[in-house]
C-alpha cells in the first residue's frame, strides 16, 4: 500500500474518530458500565489515528491558562457588558483586591508546550486540553451546575475525574513540589537522568513513589533541581501523574455541594483550585501527596461556580450525593482556596474576599508557618 493511500486510511479513522467522539457525548451515551466499556474501546482505537494525524505548528508566545477559562469565567462580574470579561482577584503577595481581566490571569506563556523531536509541540495545548479535555468538560460542569440532581453518564464522571487529575498537576504549584521531589530523588540517588527515557520506570517511581519520598520529605525541602529536559520534561511527568490521578478519582464517589438557599457566602475559586481534606493528618493541605490518592481517605474539592462545588470520596455519603446545608463544609473549601493558592483567589463579588482574608487571617498565618 502506498503512503498517500495510508496518510488518507489514518486520515479517515480520524475523522470518524472525532465524529464519533462528539456524537457520545452530544446525546451522553454510556449510562450503563457495559456501554461505557465498549465506548471507550472504540474511543481508544481512534485515539491511535489522532495522535498519528495531528499537525503541529509549534506556535509559541501564546498565554495559556493553567486554570482554565471554562471555570473563571463562571466567576465573571457580570454576564454582560463591560464588566463580562472582570473578576475580582485577591493578591496573596500585594494583599490587594483588584477586579482584572479573566483573559490575563491564572496562566503563563507557553505553559504547556512541550516538545516533539526537538522542536516545539502545541499537542498537549490544542489536541489535548482545548479540543478533547476543556470542551467536554465544560459542557459536563455546565449541565452539574444547571441541574438539580445529579445525573451523569459513566463517559461524562469519568471525563470529570480525568479533568480533575489533570487541574492537579497543571498548576504552577504542583511543578514547584515536583522539582522537590526530583532534589531528593536525586540527592539520594533514587532517579537517575536515565529513567527519563521509560515511561514505565517513571511511573513506578514518580506516580506510584515506589522509592519511598514522604510527604514531610516535601514540605522540608525547597530546593530547586533542574529536571532532565527542563519545563517540557515537568508538562510529560505531569501529563503522566494525571492520568494516573483521574484512575483513582473515578474509583471514587462523587458528590456535589451547593452553598444553603440561606447563606450570604459564596464558592471562590484560586489558581490552585482542587483542594484536600485529608482525615489521617486531620487537615486541610496545601499540597497533596499524589501516590497517596486512591488509598488514604481524602476529600478532594474543587468549586465549579459560586454556588457549587465538586467532591470526590472514597465512601458514599448516606444522604445521599447533593449536600444543600452544610455551611461549614461551604467555609472549608473557601478556606482551601486561600491555603492553597500560589498568589491569587478569585470572586464574583470583592465584598466575599473582603470577607475571607479577614475571616480565615489567623488560620492562614497559622498553617503556613
Known amino acids: 500500500m502506498g503512503i498517500n493511500k495510508v ?14 467522539r462528539n456524537f457520545v457525548f452530544r446525546k451522553r451515551l454510556g449510562r450503563k458500565q457495559w456501554s461505557a466499556k465498549f465506548i471507550f474501546l472504540i474511543m ?4 491511535y489515528f489522532e495522535s498519528r494525524v495531528y499537525l503541529n505548528t ?23 457588558g463591560t464588566d463580562k470579561g472582570s473578576i475580582f482577584c485577591w493578591s496573596k503577595s500585594r494583599n490587594t483586591i483588584e477586579k482584572v481581566a479573566i483573559n490575563g490571569i491564572a496562566g503563563e506563556t507557553d505553559w504547556d508546550i512541550g516538545k516533539t523531536k526537538g522542536l516545539p509541540s502545541d499537542f498537549v495545548r490544542k489536541k489535548l486540553f482545548a479540543e478533547v479535555l476543556e470542551s467536554k468538560a465544560s459542557d459536563i460542569i455546565r449541565h452539574i451546575n444547571t441541574s438539580s440532581s445529579l445525573d451523569l453518564t459513566f ?42 527515557g521509560n515511561k514505565e520506570i517513571l511511573v513506578r517511581k514518580v506516580a506510584h513513589n515506589e522509592i519511598g519520598i514522604t510527604y514531610e520529605q516535601l514540605q522540608s525541602n525547597n530546593a530547586h533541581t ?34 444553603p438557599e440561606n447563606s450570604t457566602d459564596e464558592f471562590v475559586v484560586s489558581d490552585n483550585p482542587v ?12 499540597f497533596v501527596p499524589w501516590w497517596e490518592i486512591g488509598t488514604k481517605d481524602f476529600w478532594i474539592f474543587m468549586p465549579i461556580s459560586p454556588k457549587k462545588a465538586i467532591f470526590y470520596c472514597k465512601s ?11 455551611e461549614d463544609l461551604v467555609q472549608l473549601i473557601n478556606f482551601g482556596q486561600y491555603l492553597s493558592c500560589s498568589d491569587n483567589v478569585f470572586s464574583q463579588q470583592k465584598s466575599a474576599l473582603e470577607r475571607h482574608i479577614k475571616l480565615f487571617a489567623n488560620e492562614l498565618i497559622a498553617q503556613n508557618k
Not at 483542594?275 to 496545601?286: A, I
Open 7 to 20: 496518510n488518507i486510511f489514518i486520515w479517515f479513522f480520524y475523522k470518524v474518530g472525532n465524529k464519533f
Open 44 to 47: 481508544s482505537f481512534f485515539g
Open 58 to 80: 509549534g506556535e509559541t508566545g501564546i498565554f495559556d491558562h493553567y486554570v482554565p477559562r471554562l471555570l473563571l469565567k463562571r466567576w465573571r462580574v457580570a454576564e454582560t
Open 155 to 196: 463517559l461524562e464522571e469519568s471525563t470529570l475525574a480525568v479533568f480533575m487529575g489533570h487541574q492537579i498537576t497543571r498548576v504552577p504549584l504542583f511543578h514547584d513540589y515536583l522539582l522537590r521531589f526530583f532534589s531528593i530523588g536525586y540527592s539520594q540517588k533514587l532517579i537517575d537522568h536515565s529513567d527519563f
Open 226 to 259: 533542574r529536571v532532565a529536559g527542563g519545563k517540557p520534561q515537568r508538562l510529560l511527568l505531569s501529563l503522566i501523574i494525571a492520568s494516573d490521578i483521574g484512575e483513582k478519582i473515578y474509583r471514587g464517589n462523587l458528590h456535589i455541594i451547593e452553598v
Open 275 to 286: 483542594v484536600f481534606l485529608d482525615f489521617e493528618r486531620q487537615t486541610m493541605l496545601r
Open 316 to 326: 458514599k455519603k448516606k444522604d445521599g450525593p447533593i449536600e444543600k446545608n452544610n
